[in-house]
């Protein structure tokens, strides 16, 4: 049984519904006289389980593309599907009640919807060299956020850096 995009299409859904500016207006249904309530966005999963379950899985699959490299168009979509999740994510990261400060949050967030955005497009053009050369940028913005908001991060026992 092939499962392919039915694994990441609702989270893919769900982070563009998230994504949407909250104080856009809300669209009119024509002839209506009033404008519709807008909703918004709202937290559904702790940050543990948006990283564990989105953006680890994510992010996994542009760090070992050379090991695990798509072969067929499904795989790619698959791919293309999860760069996208990734880049997508950083939004997430970004998005009220989410955000733990306006300034270093919002910049370590940064290099994660940029790297995230360049390997969506390297995903896009199957393009194995894009997506490896992503690699350390990705790398980096995981390491820099996590010593910026984990705390004892890349400590070992007794408090020594590993």
Same mark, same amino acid.
């Given at each position: 049984?092939?499962?392919?995009?039915?694994?990441?299409?609702?989270?893919?859904?769900? !982070?563009?519904? #998230?994504?949407?500016?909250?104080? &856009?207006?809300?669209?009119?249904? %024509? @002839?209506?006289?009033?404008? *519709?309530?807008?909703?918004?966005?709202?937290?559904?999963?702790?940050?543990?389980?948006?990283?564990?379950?989105?953006?680890?899985?994510?992010?996994?699959?542009?760090?070992?593309?050379?090991?695990?490299?798509?072969?067929?168009?499904?795989?790619?979509?698959?791919?293309? !599907?999860?760069? #996208?999740?990734?880049?997508?994510? &950083?939004?997430?990261?970004?998005? %009220? @009640?989410?955000?733990?400060? *306006?300034?270093?949050?919002?910049?370590?967030?940064?290099?994660?919807?940029?790297?995230?955005?360049?390997?969506?497009?390297?995903?896009?053009?199957?393009?194995?060299?894009?997506?490896?050369?992503?690699?350390?940028?990705?790398?980096?913005?995981?390491?820099?956020?996590?010593?910026?908001?984990?705390?004892?991060?890349?400590?070992?026992?007794?408090?020594?850096?590993?």
């Amino acid at each position: 049984m092939r499962f392919g995009h039915a694994r990441w299409l609702p989270a893919v859904a769900l !982070g563009l519904a #998230l994504a949407q500016d909250p104080q &856009a207006p809300a669209s009119q249904t %024509p @002839g209506a006289t009033e404008p *519709q309530t807008t909703v918004a966005p709202a937290r559904v999963g702790s940050m543990a389980e948006l990283m564990s379950k989105i953006i680890y899985p994510t992010s996994d699959a542009v760090f070992y593309i050379e090991t695990r490299t798509p072969k067929t168009d499904a795989e790619w979509d698959d791919l293309q !599907g999860k760069t #996208l999740m990734l880049a997508e994510s &950083a939004n997430l990261l970004m998005m %009220p @009640g989410r955000a733990r400060d *306006q300034d270093r949050w919002m910049a370590d967030t940064k290099l994660m919807l940029d790297a995230g955005t360049a390997a969506f497009r390297a995903a896009k053009r199957h393009d194995v060299a894009g997506l490896v050369a992503v690699n350390d940028a990705l790398y980096e913005s995981c390491v820099t956020c996590h010593r910026h908001y984990r705390p004892n991060y890349g400590r070992g026992r007794g408090g020594a850096r590993e």
